[in-house]
């Protein structure tokens, strides 16, 4: 509502549900499919308002991660994260994030990726966003393991302890 100058407000509904159908695909294994509805979500998205775009954008950059597509979530989740930083859209600071630092540690940049994701992570419990905490554990260490820095059973556990205690498996 604050931001009314814009075409029309709030997310485009059809690129926002095709973001949030992307991890389906990523998890079923669809990648060519996967690519084609990140491209198509986020074209959508852009046309509509920063909004939209933010939020499709870090879905989508989400649905790249899950299948270790960090290069192609990289770029995705910056221009997300820039959006909700710029725009003060809090709730969607977190995913891009988490995924920024994931990609970083990847890179080669092992201490502040380690930084990002845990800084991510404190925001999303923070603010009580715990949906894919599990899976972010996970990736997190997963991360930790390619690299050989210690500390991945810390998220493992994590990523156990919390599927036991909320019933989430993603």
């Known amino acids: 509502l604050a931001h009314t100058d814009e075409p029309v407000p709030g997310a485009d509904l059809d ?5 949030q159908y992307a991890p389906a695909l990523a998890l079923a294994g669809r990648i060519g499919e996967l690519h084609g509805m990140v491209a198509r979500s986020l074209e959508r998205a852009r046309a509509h308002s920063l909004y939209s775009e933010c939020v499709t954008g870090a879905l989508n950059a989400w649905a790249l991660g899950l299948v270790g597509d960090f290069a192609g979530a990289a770029p995705i989740a910056a221009r997300a ?35 990002q994701a845990r800084a991510a992570l404190a925001g999303r419990e923070g603010d009580g966003q715990m949906v894919d905490h599990s ?10 393991l390619d690299v050989g820095h210690p500390g991945a059973e810390e998220f493992v556990d994590q990523a156990a302890g919390f599927a036991e205690d909320s019933g989430e498996l993603y």
């Open 15 to 19: 690129a926002l549900l095709m973001s």
């Open 81 to 115: 994260l820039a959006i909700a930083e710029g725009e003060s859209f809090r709730t969607w600071t977190s995913r891009p994030l988490f995924l920024l630092g994931v990609q970083a540690i990847h890179a080669g940049r092992v201490e502040a990726g380690i930084d």
């Open 135 to 144: 899976a972010m554990c996970c990736l997190f260490a997963e991360a930790l």
